[in-house]
């Protein structure tokens, strides 16, 4: 997978720019804080996942005072060029195009274009909450199989929509509010089971290619008991089926105003050697994992879909100690590679190509 040219109108503090990226390894993009840096590797996630990777709303993404956004960009995928097209509308009604054709949903862009991001916020990933750790697991499952991204979708908006009605009903279940609920539960409890599944299997997909890679990351940084493996396991936040979880928990839901069990409430345990590493792991084994984890699932996409994601990597290398990151460089996958730094690239990375980025302007 290459990205070959990136188009940029109105996209956060950029007018207008064009970025040519080195065809393979690294390019290294460069400047100090502020200047867009980030902004730039959140276009190109734009265009693989519809999303921005730091997590913000549609319209920030939109250059402040301009009317819309538009990403573009020319991609190669098995030989074959890609152009594509977003176009983001504070409003939210974003439009795509895939080789001048608009698609008739825009989650039909997801796919074209995949990447692994590594950012300094992924040691939230092991030291963070649950959430997390399922966006981890749901944005493998889109990488993998698109059609994961309309399970998710309407995932979230039965929840919504149930949550809703438990708060107004006000703890008391009415024929109504029990009529309508068992509307919701039945759709909850079928997108919920087939969500769950398929994070089951991926998490047992995941597990040796992260062991693997932790044990590389952890070596390099010379972290005791690199060798003790990492497991991963699914903890779903009930047992048997959902629907019956959900009509057991029905009295509890109504009295607390909100859906306590379903997918939204699951969690992805990870364990370094026998202890869980979200409490007991060291901030070096943590950091390491986290690498680890996002490494693995960039080799399970690469291997399942035949072709490596383009790397982004984020400031990451300003936060990792000379071993880490030494560690960091040579686990990296063969491929294209974005680097952004506000210093100098680290020692023994070696760039093809470097672009300097200054108020939303890129200077060759
Ligand atoms: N929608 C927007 N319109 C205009 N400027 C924006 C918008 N969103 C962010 N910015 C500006 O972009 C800059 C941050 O860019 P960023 O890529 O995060 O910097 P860095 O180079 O440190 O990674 C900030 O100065 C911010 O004011
Ligand atoms: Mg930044």
Request: proline share 5%; charged share 25%.
């Amino acid at each position: 997978m290459q990205l070959e040219r990136l188009w940029l109108t109105d996209f956060r503090n950029y007018a207008a720019a064009e970025l040519h990226p080195a065809p393979d390894g690294l390019t290294v993009v460069t400047g100090a804080n502020g200047e867009g840096k980030t902004n730039l590797l959140e276009a190109v996630g734009y265009l693989a996942t519809l999303r921005s990777f730091r997590g913000a709303p549609g319209e920030a993404l939109v250059r402040a005072g301009a009317p819309v956004a538009v990403v573009r960009a020319e991609a190669r995928r098995d030989g074959r060029g890609l152009l594509l097209e977003a176009e983001l509308h504070p409003t939210g009604r974003d439009r795509v195009q895939v080789n001048r054709q608009p698609l008739k949903r825009t989650r039909d862009l997801l796919g074209a274009l995949q990447v692994t991001v590594f950012a300094p916020d992924d040691l939230e990933l092991v030291k963070g909450g649950p959430a997390a750790r399922r966006r981890y697991l749901d944005d493998l499952l889109v990488a993998l199989h698109p059609r994961h991204d309309a399970t998710q979708t309407e995932l979230d908006r039965v929840l919504r929509q149930r949550n809703t009605l438990l708060r107004q009903a006000g703890g008391r279940a009415t024929p109504d509010v029990v009529a309508t609920l068992e509307v919701w539960d039945a759709k909850l409890a079928d997108a919920g089971e087939k969500l769950v599944t398929a994070r089951r299997g991926l998490t047992a997909a995941l597990e040796p290619l992260v062991s693997s890679a932790y044990a590389q990351v952890a070596e390099a940084a010379r972290l005791r008991g690199s060798h003790v493996g990492v497991r991963l396991a699914y903890q779903a936040s009930w047992e048997g089926g959902l629907a019956a979880a959900l009509a057991a928990a029905r009295g509890d839901d109504l009295r607390r105003g909100v859906t306590t069990v379903g997918p939204h409430r699951d969690e992805l345990g990870c364990w370094i050697g026998d202890l869980p590493a979200r409490t007991h792991a060291s901030q070096g084994e943590q950091r390491s994992l986290a690498l680890g984890l996002r490494l693995g699932g960039h080799r399970l996409v690469a291997e399942r879909i035949g072709s490596a994601p383009v790397l982004l990597l984020d400031d990451v290398f300003s936060e990792l100690d000379a071993d880490r990151s030494a560690a960091l460089l040579d686990a990296l996958p063969a491929g294209q590679a974005l680097l952004t730094t506000a210093g100098s690239p680290p020692p023994g990375a070696e760039a093809r190509h470097v672009v300097r980025v200054e108020g939303g302007k890129l200077l060759p």
